[in-house]
């Protein structure tokens, strides 16, 4: 089946630093979408990419969709420790339904 | 507000038993899907449904059912608890299939803890 590469696996980053996470894929996505779990809960949508190229912000955290459809960045600014938490890529084809094919995730830890 | 939920948030179990897991949706959404999290596997798709009376199978659906009787909820039955079933569960939903992409956006429950001794 389709596999979704995340790297890196773990981040540990000093308070203030930027932060920049990569997903890739050897198949094409239709669409992109990132997620953030904290600890006990369930994850959070944080950004949706629909168009190859796309760039698209949400607060200090900034996402693209490669230009080959078979990756995206996610970049978080100015960490701060409620950053703290799993981030996941997600990626859909359009011929899957609603299914998404996730990463395996990028934990990020922010020293104050 | 609409929600997604889960109850219970944690359960202990025996090896053997029987267990259901309910998540209850109130967006009106016609995709549910079941998602099993285990560290070292990510997240797993279980089963799923896109409407009433409509289930199918995901990647690690062996020992595990569901049905869909209404729009809302989509329980998952764990037949004869076993284990290797012991791991965070998700629930998710999505409004349907098709459209546009924003319809695809999945959005998650708070998890249930499952322990199966």
């Known amino acids: 089946g389709q596999q979704l590469n995340q790297s890196p696996q773990s981040m540990f980053i000093q308070e203030g630093e930027d932060v920049s996470m990569n997903c890739t894929s050897s198949?094409?996505?239709?669409?992109w979408l990132w997620y953030k779990q904290d600890p006990g809960e369930g994850p959070v949508l944080l950004i949706a990419l629909y168009k190859a190229g796309e760039l698209t912000s949400n607060g200090r955290l900034t996402a693209q969709f490669g230009i080959t459809r078979k990756d995206s960045f996610l970049n978080i600014s100015a960490s701060i420790p409620s950053d703290v938490g799993i981030y996941f890529c997600?990626?859909?084809?359009?011929?899957?339904?609603?299914?998404?094919?996730f990463g395996g995730g990028t934990r990020l830890m922010v020293k104050p | 507000d609409a929600e997604i939920t889960q109850s219970p948030r944690h359960k202990i179990t025996e090896t053997g038993r029987q267990v259901t897991l309910a998540c209850h949706q109130t967006w009106n959404h016609n995709n549910m899907f079941w998602y099993r999290q285990d560290l070292g596997h990510g997240l797993r798709l279980i089963h799923y449904?896109?409407?009433?009376?409509?289930?199918n199978k995901g990647e690690v659906s062996d020992g595990y059912s569901v049905s869909r009787s209404n729009t809302e909820d989509l329980p998952l039955t764990l037949e004869s608890a076993a284990s290797s079933q012991t791991s965070v569960y998700f629930c998710?939903?999505?409004?349907?299939?098709?459209?546009?992409?924003?319809?695809?956006?999945?959005?998650f429950g708070p998890g249930t803890r499952l322990t199966v001794l």
């Open positions: 198949s094409i996505f239709n669409t």
């Open positions: 449904s896109y409407g009433v009376h409509d289930t």
């Open positions: 997600a990626g859909q084809v359009n011929n899957a339904g609603n299914m998404l094919t």
């Open positions: 998710a939903s999505s409004k349907l299939a098709g459209g546009p992409k924003t319809n695809n956006e999945q959005f």
